[in-house]
């Protein structure tokens, strides 16, 4: 049964006033016992690397033959006019390109299959020491010269707000159909800022999402906590071959700049969040943000195999 955020405490306020003061995580990062690894991709240095830096990227995860295979079939995704017209799509800001793509794991049976692949979900078991389900799922493009940028941001501050997500038990996984390099746009990440949250300024508008998934305006940080975050971390571009993935914390900081190169940018994203971590009613006090953009009720946990 879906909680409520009436009596569920809301332990990482955010969007009510004008405070940036930050609030140190109170959860852990990597939940599972490490002493029992599974091995290769993912060793106690990997591990270790993402309990302190907030992500890992696993090279070649999958092969050539499957990154083709789905790589076609989003290509056939994004021609249609009628994908594009679905409330689920989102296309770029001034014209009618395919920008995301959302509930692929429940609209098409490749993504599916791929979501509960054991060679990620393992390793997401493990990290989160639970159960999971699909938060939420999509195609992310970021077509040849006109890709738009995304602001800097961490998710769990949009998933706890707008969708309720109690807690900091979740991640993300970001798999690569293209190669993702320094020219068409990859994704920026502030390594240790998983280890803050850091509250945002404004209230936020009803259905934000509408305007939100095509340029964020609140949910955002002020430019002193993310000077702050940067001082403390740096700023590292994950630029990683096609086949590869990026596991990150739902409470990463991450941005992406726009792509003005002739190579589109094509990424596949699955957020896991365990099943102890179901969501309650928005902590915005506002109607829930659609299925389609956050999984609600009894989540049903992904299948072994």
């Given amino acids: 049964m879906i909680g409520s955020a009436r009596t569920t405490p809301d332990v990482y306020p955010s969007r009510n006033g004008t405070t940036t003061s930050w609030i140190p995580r109170r959860e852990p990062v990597v939940y599972g016992p490490t002493g029992d690894i599974i091995g290769p991709p993912l060793d106690r240095q990997s591990v270790r690397s993402y309990e302190e830096s907030g992500y890992v990227v696993l090279d070649g995860l999958i092969s050539e033959q499957e990154t083709t295979a789905l790589r076609r079939e989003v290509e056939s995704l994004a021609s249609s006019d009628w994908v594009r017209g679905q409330p689920s799509s989102v296309t770029e800001p001034g014209s009618n390109e395919l920008r995301s793509l959302f509930s692929i794991h429940t609209l098409y049976a490749p993504f599916r299959e791929l979501a509960e692949d054991p060679r990620i979900l393992d390793i997401v078991r493990l990290l989160l020491n639970d159960e999971v389900y699909i938060h939420q799922s999509r195609i992310n493009i970021k077509p040849a010269f006109f890709g738009k940028e995304f602001f800097w941001h961490s998710d769990f501050e949009t998933w706890h707000v707008e969708d309720g997500m109690p807690g900091m038990r979740a991640i993300s996984c970001c798999i ?17 800022s998983h280890k803050h949250f850091v509250p945002c ?48 914390d739902c409470n990463l900081m991450h941005a992406s700049s726009g792509n003005l190169s002739p190579w589109p940018r094509t990424n596949l994203f699955f957020v896991y969040n365990a099943v102890s971590n179901q969501l309650v009613d928005p902590f915005s006090g506002l109607p829930p943000r659609p299925d389609f953009i956050a999984t609600r009720g009894e989540p049903a946990s992904l299948g072994r195999r």
Avoid: W
């Fill in 176 to 192: 690569n159909l293209t190669d993702n390099t320094r020219f068409n746009g990859p994704l920026m990440l502030i390594p240790g």
């Fill in 201 to 248: 300024v404004g209230e936020t508008p009803r259905d934000h999402y509408r305007a939100s998934l095509k340029r964020q305006q609140y949910g955002t940080p002020d430019p002193g906590s993310l000077s702050r975050l940067i001082g403390m971390g740096g700023i590292v571009s994950v630029e990683s071959g096609c086949g590869s993935a990026l596991l990150f």
